[in-house]
């Protein structure tokens, strides 16, 4: 069962977005990001405390941020789910084979006998 639903107001949803694409320590990234997604052009970043502000309710969250939030989520969603069909396929690979290791060569197993020796 997931989280139950949170009110959408936008700062609930920058945070949560956030917290999901980055981690705990989102506003700077998050300022870099929407930076380069600004309606006026691309920048390097937008200024952190106006993401700051945003996320405690102090500036309204302008109009484009919201659509620019999901297309991330959505991009972000695709790459998951991607490498859980990879980690699937390996995970499937290793029950069926297990591990195949190929000969080292003598220059290798003498660096690897030299770690545990």
């Known amino acids: 069962m997931g989280r139950p639903a949170l009110p959408m107001t936008s700062t609930t949803v920058l945070a949560r977005v956030g917290t999901i694409l980055i981690g705990r320590d989102w ?18 970043t937008m200024d952190p405390r106006l993401i700051q502000r945003w996320a405690v309710g102090e ?18 969603a695709t790459e998951l789910r991607e490498q859980a069909r990879e980690a699937d396929d390996l995970a499937e690979q290793l029950r069926q084979h297990g591990l195949i290791e ?4 003598e220059e290798d197993a003498d660096a690897v006998a030299g770690i545990y020796y």
């Open 27 to 44: 506003q700077r990234p998050m300022a870099r990001l929407l930076g380069q997604l600004h309606p006026t052009g691309p920048r390097e």
């Open 59 to 76: 500036r309204r969250v302008p109009d484009w941020v919201i659509p620019k939030l999901s297309e991330l989520l959505e991009k972000r």
């Open 102 to 105: 190929p000969p080292l060569s």
